[in-house]
């Protein structure tokens, strides 16, 4: 049985459509990310799945309940980590995590949030002012506080936003962690190519309220087509060896395009002249290359054609500040 079944889910606000007829499931123990630039419309679709606001039309049914018709017992059944900050800085961890607890009606809370601190290696900060936790602790505090009711399925919102390089794949690996220890369902939402590419199994990429593809990091980047063949070459090349081929030629350089099905590394390779080649290198398709194919334009130009979330640079700035 799939964990998530997302059908035909749409939100309107006035006449904008930030949410258009959206479909997907996610299988049990799955990493699961909707991938695509801001105001696309993931958080909004993330909202919708976790009870927090409701849709116009369509329908999201979490672990066989419908997130409209039983909403409580959704909610008791899956863990949420927003976005924006959720622990409460004057707190300690350690009531921090109560009052999760107490929120969401776990009462032998004690006991697993222990286990997990010490199996997430912070252990020795039960008594710390969440407010003083470096920004990699928090987030071990958050997914502690989201796997304390021993949810089904987490859901995380940008996970990994405002992060630097080395936090971030710690997190990643804690993420993969948690669900082969928990056999937990992870959804996320993304703006990061490599965060999607490294971290999940399937990636859903969304582009103006509609989902453009669905599949996996490797069935992504071959819409992409074959990847790229880069040589430099030496003056004596001869180009009337790769004619048939798709090709640039810039100074000693040349980029030979592999279509799909047509080329591969190898028949390229049988073709040109290696001895009037001194550097050669396959550059494989990126996800970023298939996101362009997909959808006509890069992450960044959609975002260009969004107003920016000042409220959420707001609140990156308020972290970094303290
Ligand atoms: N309450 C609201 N009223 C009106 N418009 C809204 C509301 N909430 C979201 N929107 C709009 O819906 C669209 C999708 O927003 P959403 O927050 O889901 O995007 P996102 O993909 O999460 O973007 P980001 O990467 O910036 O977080 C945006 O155009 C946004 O301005
Ligand atoms: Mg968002």
């Not at 059944?77 to 929120?103: H, P, T």
């Not at 790229?228 to 090709?247: D, P, Q």
Request: proline share 2%; net charge positive; glycine share 8%.
């Amino acid at each position: 049985m799939d964990t998530i079944v997302v059908r035909n889910l749409v939100k309107t606000y006035g006449a904008f459509k930030a949410v258009d007829n959206v479909s997907f499931s996610v299988k049990q123990g799955e990493i699961f990310a909707l991938l695509g630039p801001n105001g696309a419309g993931k958080t909004t679709t993330i909202k919708i799945m976790t009870t927090l606001i409701p849709q116009t039309s369509g329908i999201c049914i979490i672990n066989g309940h419908d997130v409209r018709k039983e909403p409580r017992v959704v909610k008791r059944d899956i863990g949420w980590i927003a976005s924006e900050v959720i622990l409460d800085d004057d707190l300690q961890v350690i009531e921090n995590l109560k009052l999760q607890a107490d929120l969401q009606g776990v009462s032998d809370w004690y006991a697993t949030a222990m286990r997990l601190l010490e199996y997430f290696g912070i252990k020795n900060t039960v008594k710390m002012r969440a407010g003083n936790l470096s920004t990699g602790m928090r987030k071990k505090v958050e997914i502690t506080m989201a796997l304390l009711g021993d949810p089904s399925v987490i859901f995380m919102d940008e996970p990994t936003l405002g992060l630097d390089v080395g936090t971030r794949s710690m997190l990643w690996d804690l993420i993969k962690k948690t669900r082969d220890e928990h056999k937990v369902t992870i959804f996320l939402t993304t703006h990061y190519m490599d965060e999607a590419d490294q971290l999940c199994d399937r990636i859903a990429i969304i582009s103006k309220g509609k989902i453009v593809t669905i599949g996996t990091p490797e069935k992504l980047r071959s819409k992409a087509g074959g990847g790229v063949v880069v040589l430099t070459v030496t003056g004596e090349f001869s180009m009337s060896s790769i004619r048939s081929l798709s090709y640039k030629r810039q100074g000693n350089e040349i980029k030979i395009h592999l279509r799909k099905s047509k080329d591969s590394f190898v028949s390229v390779l049988k073709k040109i002249d290696l001895f009037q080649v001194s550097a050669l290198r396959l550059e494989k398709p990126s996800l970023d290359t298939a996101f362009i194919k997909l959808t006509g334009s890069t992450m960044a130009e959609q975002e260009e054609d969004h107003p920016i979330d000042y409220r959420k640079f707001y609140r990156q700035l308020q972290r970094a500040r303290q």
